[in-house]
Each structure stands twice: as structure tokens, then as C-alpha cells.
């Protein structure tokens, strides 16, 4: 077989190895990637703490507000069980209920308001783990799906690498080196086709005499511009 379709069939596996690699590094990327699942997950932590401090503030309302009540409730029995009969400590303990009971008042308030609160972040808490249960799920068919797509991308490559191998034994090492440095240099094509009488890869017009040596069989024809092989059009 001449060399240039060999180099030909190279540069095939090469452009599709270049491919198949490139899908395989977006899907390694996209493997990485806990996105929406992070984010979600993240979120729930942020809720789940949330709740635990606003429980803590309630207990410590309710405290609060239980120290009042009792000390109310003692202080209303004095006031009626007839103990105290002096008008003076009378009038004094009344003053002592009232304000007793507009501090309950005070307490009972701040102490709803912080329910109402719990309320709102428990239903807010309930969505998010509905929300990181649903990321999960997602993130799960999206792993397996990844890891299909990159046992089937990794076969491929198994493939192409073994007649990349055979490929390559059939070129001389000279030929091969400036291969290589050819798709170093020019965005991994080394090889292109003349299209209607000019260099597929940059473009330029060719001499008459490039073209038809470019189609003989016995001799490799590069290009006078970008100094890439010619495959006879
Ligand atoms: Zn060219």
C-alpha cells in the first residue's frame, strides 16, 4: 500500500481517537460534577440547621414564658385564698398580678411568633428534602447513564488504538515523525484531501505538478503552504 494512504488512514484513527477522547474527558468532567445534587444537598444542611436553632429559641420562649405563668399562678392564689388581708399588701399584690400578667402577654407573644417561625422553616425544610431526594434520584440515572456512555466511549478507544498500532507499523519512522510533528503543529490534521485543485487543510491553491504527484501512487506530495500531506483529491 503507497504511504500516503496510509498516512491517510492514520490521520482517520487519529481524528477519531482525538474524539472519542475528548467525549471521554467531558464525561469523566460531568462524572465529576455534583452540580444541582451539591447544591440541593447543600441547601437541605442549611434548613436542617436552621430548624435545630429556631427549636432551641422556642424551648428556651416556652421556659420563659412558664416562669411567668407559675410565678402568676402562685401569686393569684395569695391574691384569693384569703392569706393576705392588709389592704396595703393587697393593693401591692394586685400591681404584682398585672404585671405579672402583661409580662405573660409579652412572653406568650414572642413566644408564637417563634412557632410561627418553626412553621415556616419546617415547611420550607419539608420541600428541600423532597428537592435533595429528587437531585438524588436525578443525579443517580445521570451517573449511570455517564457510566454506560463511558464503558461503550472506552471500547471504542480499545479499538481504534489497536489499529493505530498495525497502522502506524506499516509507516517508515521517518515518514511518521513528521507525521506527528505535522498534527502537533496544525490542530491534529496532517493528512487532507485536495479539494478542487487547493490544500484542504489552509486553503491555497495548488501548482499543477503538487496535484498530480499528489494523486500518483508512488510518491507523497505535502502541501507548499502549510506543509501538510496531500491525499490526491
Ligand atoms: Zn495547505
Redesign the pocket.
Known amino acids: 500500500m503507497p504511504t500516503i494512504a496510509d498516512l491517510a488512514v492514520l490521520q482517520e484513527l487519529d481524528t477519531s481517537l482525538d474524539e472519542q477522547r475528548a467525549t471521554l474527558r467531558h464525561l469523566d468532567m460531568r462524572l465529576a460534577d455534583q452540580g444541582a445534587y451539591y447544591e440541593a444537598r447543600v441547601a437541605l444542611q442549611t434548613s436542617e440547621s436552621h430548624l435545630r436553632d429556631l427549636d432551641s429559641v422556642q424551648r428556651e420562649a416556652e421556659t420563659r414564658a412558664e416562669e411567668v405563668r407559675s410565678k402568676l399562678q402562685a401569686e393569684e392564689r395569695r391574691l384569693y385564698d384569703g392569706s393576705v388581708v392588709s389592704s396595703r399588701e393587697l393593693t401591692t399584690l394586685q400591681q404584682e398580678v398585672a404585671n405579672l400578667q402583661k409580662q405573660l402577654r409579652t412572653r406568650e407573644e414572642t413566644l408564637l411568633a417563634v412557632m410561627t417561625q418553626v412553621e415556616d422553616v419546617a415547611g420550607a425544610h419539608v420541600a428541600a428534602r423532597a428537592r435533595s431526594q429528587e437531585a438524588r434520584e436525578q443525579r443517580q440515572a445521570e451517573v449511570a447513564q455517564l457510566e454506560e456512555r463511558r464503558t461503550v466511549v472506552e471500547r471504542a478507544i480499545g479499538e481504534l488504538e489497536a489499529k493505530h498500532r498495525d497502522a502506524v507499523g506499516r509507516i517508515a519512522a521517518d515518514v511518521l515523525a513528521v507525521y506527528e510533528d505535522l498534527r502537533r503543529r496544525r490542530r491534529g490534521r496532517a493528512v ?1 484531501h485536495i479539494e478542487r485543485g487547493a ?1 484542504g ?2 486553503r ?1 491553491n495548488l501548482p499543477g505538478g503538487v496535484a498530480s504527484q499528489a494523486r500518483s501512487a508512488t510518491a507523497v506530495a505535502r ?1 507548499p ?2 506543509e ?1 500531506f496531500l491525499a490526491g483529491g
Open positions: 487532507v490544500c487543510g489552509c491555497v502541501c503552504s502549510c501538510r
